[in-house]
């Protein structure tokens, strides 16, 4: 299984498969694949559905294995990608790595129910250009040429090798694929260049049984890119829209949602989540005053002072009450009886006579 593995991916990342990592992105006639994978981009593999037959006029693809030669892949959540992908889809990379939003999830059919694959994903550059957002013009511009190549990675799924009919019963989501633009990452994670554009693929990789299954790695995987996937990798988001459709569809960004710049608040409103919350409390939260910087209780009106004043509603702390369990006992050295009755303001204050003690 390892052996097959290893000389699967040998084939797929070589020069001259699909997998290619060398440096020049273009298309065969040289041209940058700049907006996707269109036919005459081999490189970038096909849209999902197409399969080899979708490589462009005069190339021809390579013959499949009948296990993966009728393997179709449907896009889910395509929707949102593409609304995503109209506004110029960013994707945080991180040194400790942050997973993708929208998730890349994807639905299988086609494979052999009793047959072993293994699922896998990696990330092209799109081109070979640098990029720097224009706030100005809300776009993004050409800054020069690509940084270094980051060493190529594959993301295998967690559940790889299974069964085709594990892998059709089920949407196969690669939610726990991390990217980051750490160069000496050693925790697996996909290494990319911020600032610069890329392209998912997915493979599905047959696990061929036969004993010289080497020779014949090159039909054994089937690729699959969506234009809709494209992203740029950016270290903070850039364009404020991005921000907002990413906070109101990520369900893991709930507490944004009332803190949203371009949702209107009055000056002084509390969000709706925590008067909620506050107001299972034992006391009411305090809200400010229209028009003041001051606090009021927002539960009962203001009252007026009372104009007497009785008996004190607390009950003074004294040393027992304060300490739990202390005892009380004698001073060390009683005060004599006859100081008690001084008069601090007198004259001449009575003898003082420890003798009689």
């Known amino acids: 299984m390892a052996g097959f593995v290893s000389r699967a991916l040998g084939v797929l ?16 006639m040289g041209t940058p694949c700049l907006l996707g994978p269109p036919p005459a981009c081999v490189r970038f593999g096909v849209p999902a559905g197409e399969g080899a037959a979708g490589l462009g006029d005069g190339v021809q693809p390579a013959r499949k294995n009948q296990h993966v030669s009728n393997v179709s892949v449907q896009l889910e959540m395509r929707s949102l990608w593409e609304e995503f992908n109209s506004l110029g889809t960013e994707m945080i990379v991180t040194k400790a790595g942050r997973r993708m939003f929208p998730t890349f999830q994807v639905k299988l059919s086609g494979l052999d129910p009793l047959a072993d694959y293994v699922l896998l994903m990696d990330f092209v550059p799109l081109d070979d250009k640098r990029y720097r957002y224009a706030f ?20 295998f799924h967690p559940d790889s090798p299974a069964k085709g009919g594990q892998w059709m019963r ?12 750490n160069l000496l990452d050693d925790n697996g994670h996909i290494i990319l260049n911020s600032m610069h554009r890329y ?6 990789v047959y696990v061929d ?3 010289d299954s080497e020779r014949f790695a090159h039909e054994n995987f089937k690729s699959f890119t969506f234009v809709e996937t494209q992203f740029m990798a950016v270290t903070a988001y850039q364009n404020h829209r991005i921000t907002q459709l990413k906070i109101a569809s990520n369900p893991f960004a709930k507490g944004f949602r009332d803190w949203l710049p371009g949702r209107r608040r009055v000056r002084g409103q509390l969000p709706a989540t925590l008067l909620r919350e506050a107001a299972q409390l034992q006391h009411p939260p305090l809200v400010p005053l229209a028009g003041a910087r001051s606090f009021q209780d927002s539960s009962a ?17 004294s040393y027992h009450s304060v300490y739990v369990g ?14 008690h009755p001084f008069n601090i303001y007198g004259t001449s204050p009575p003898a003082l006579n420890y003798g009689q003690q």
Do not use: C, M
């Not at 392209?199 to 599905?204: C, G, K, N, S």
């Open 13 to 28: 990342t070589s020069d001259g498969g699909p997998f290619a990592s060398a440096p020049e992105w273009g298309s065969p």
């Open 136 to 155: 100005h013009s809300s776009s993004w511009l050409v800054a020069g040429r690509a940084d270094p190549a980051a060493p190529g990675r594959v993301h």
């Open 170 to 181: 089920q949407i196969v989501s690669f939610d726990k694929l991390k990217l980051t633009n």
């Open 199 to 204: 392209q998912p693929r997915f493979h599905v």
């Open 209 to 211: 049984p036969r004993r």
């Open 301 to 317: 009106p203001r009252r007026p002072l009372p104009t007497e004043l009785g008996a004190p509603l607390y009950k003074p702390l």
């Open 326 to 339: 202390a005892k009380p006992r004698v001073a060390p050295y009683p005060l004599p009886a006859s100081l």
